[in-house]
């Protein structure tokens, strides 16, 4: 039989199931998807590959899905490094965001994101930011899978004017992706502090009546969980409680800041948390307790966060920091092995968007976005268990080869749908506009 791909690798992770690793296995894509996993010598008897890849010293898996991300704010990579959240928020990000913020920076910080997303393996991202058009567009034209929020805030921007505005705007996006197969939308109130009580109650009738899941900031700090208490008497997660949007569809971001009781409450409501070690870290947020909200059965995926705070877009540095992080804070050495650290990386993100029928991990039927990473570097060697190697040794310049529905956007470290030099110029001039 004639395929489009057909892929020799060292080793497989599918990922589901979580304790398989394929020895000497080979992957068959074909017209996007994933139509066959087998062993190498029946795949050579069964597959003539219109393009034959042999990564004999590489792993494959599925692609990364980087639940967390301010794309564009790329162009903003090391401004106003070493502050507090709200010291670089309101003082920094914001003004700098008045002055500069448009199409244009989208776009460009946007296409910068999107490249360092494919060099270092992420083949599905989950956006929110300003124009959220502007990112879907860039996406589609890199071949990139993104998940982009209709971001509603209560003040003026030069995207919107008020809720509604917004509300709106998003709504005009949704219809017009509706039949794109790369791009899908999530409604994405950015925090309790910046968003009302008439909006998110909107947003929430509109989910439920459009099926759409909604991302939002929660707890990223004592603070903000501090200063809702003095103001309306409640906890931040209360009074999202309370206005009905903590469900199955509800993906709270970072979650630093939490109680055994609303752990449990969480749980119950099969709602997802994305956490962001190293944003966290970086802003001394806090950190989430995912081993605690891991065995109450939440589902944890991860994200970067924006560069601007991170800063980096970098899957596998945030799994590896998410991994250790985490048995520093549950003081247990056994908490979140390599194996769960690489499922809150893959699968976990694709169930938070709701769309771990598609992607997620490597089965036959599900979209073709597959990645392979080059074992065969002395820091990864030898190799007793790839899992491991890959999770706590492993680094993005070993990302060699990217696949999303079976196009290739990585070949041997090359970018395939992206000008590299041109978007050097479009970055060094906006460095040069925002160092002003």
């Known amino acids: 039989m004639i395929v489009d791909t057909l892929i ?6 599918p990922v589901e199931p979580s304790a398989v690793t394929y020895d000497y296995h080979s992957l068959v894509m074909n ?8 062993p190498t010598p029946e795949a050579k008897q069964k597959y003539q590959g219109i393009t034959t890849e042999y990564l004999t010293q ?10 967390h991300t301010h794309a564009a704010m790329s162009l903003m990579r ?3 490094d070493d502050l507090p959240l709200m010291d670089w928020l309101q003082n920094h990000i914001w003004p700098l965001e008045h002055q500069w913020m448009s199409e244009s920076f989208v776009k460009d910080g946007t296409d910068l994101a999107i ?3 494919i060099l270092s393996g992420t083949t599905c991202f989950n956006d929110m930011y300003y124009f959220p058009e502007t990112t879907a567009q860039q996406a589609i034209q890199h071949g990139l899978r993104a998940n982009v929020g209709l971001v509603v805030i209560d003040f003026p921007t030069v995207y919107a004017q008020n809720s509604e505005a917004y509300i709106e705007k998003g709504l005009a996006l949704r219809e017009y992706l509706l039949h794109q197969s790369l791009v899908s939308v999530a409604f994405a109130p950015h925090a309790p502090y910046t968003v009302s009580d008439a909006p998110l109650r909107k947003i929430k009738k509109l989910a439920d009546e459009l099926g759409l899941p909604v991302n939002m900031h929660v707890h990223e700090t004592l603070h903000e969980v501090e200063q809702a208490h003095t103001e309306i008497g409640k906890r931040p997660l209360q009074r999202l409680q309370e206005l009905g949007l903590i469900n199955s569809s509800f993906v709270a971001v970072h979650m630093t800041q939490l109680s055994d009781a609303e752990i ?3 749980a119950a409501a099969n709602a997802h948390i994305v956490h962001c070690p190293e944003s966290n870290l970086k802003l001394a947020s806090g950190f989430c307790p995912i081993a605690r909200c891991l065995d109450a059965g939440i589902n944890v995926a991860l994200g970067t966060d924006g560069a601007a705070s991170n800063n980096d877009l970098d899957m596998l540095g945030e799994m590896r920091t998410a991994a250790l992080l985490a048995k520093a804070v549950a003081n247990d050495a056994s908490a979140v092995p390599a194996m769960i650290a690489l499922q809150m990386a893959t699968i976990n993100g694709a169930k938070a968007l709701g769309l771990d029928k598609e992607i ?3 089965a036959i039927g599900k ?3 597959v990645i392979a990473l080059d074992l065969d570097c002395l820091s990864t060697q030898p190799v007793y268990d790839p899992v491991s190697q890959i999770v706590y040794a492993a680094n993005r310049q070993q990302v060699t080869d990217v696949w999303v529905s079976g196009k290739r956007l990585l070949k041997k470290r090359q970018l395939t749908t992206m000008d590299t030099l041109d978007l050097k110029a479009r970055v060094a001039d906006w460095q040069a506009r925002l160092s002003l």
């Open 8 to 13: 020799h690798a060292r080793w497989i992770i």
């Open 31 to 38: 017209e996007g998807r994933i139509i066959d996993i087998l």
């Open 58 to 67: 590489h792993a494959l898996m599925p692609g990364f899905v980087n639940c």
């Open 78 to 80: 090391g401004i106003a």
């Open 115 to 117: 490249a360092e997303m």
């Open 264 to 266: 449990d409450q969480f």
């Open 360 to 362: 997620g991990s490597l």
């Open 367 to 369: 979209a073709a976005d």
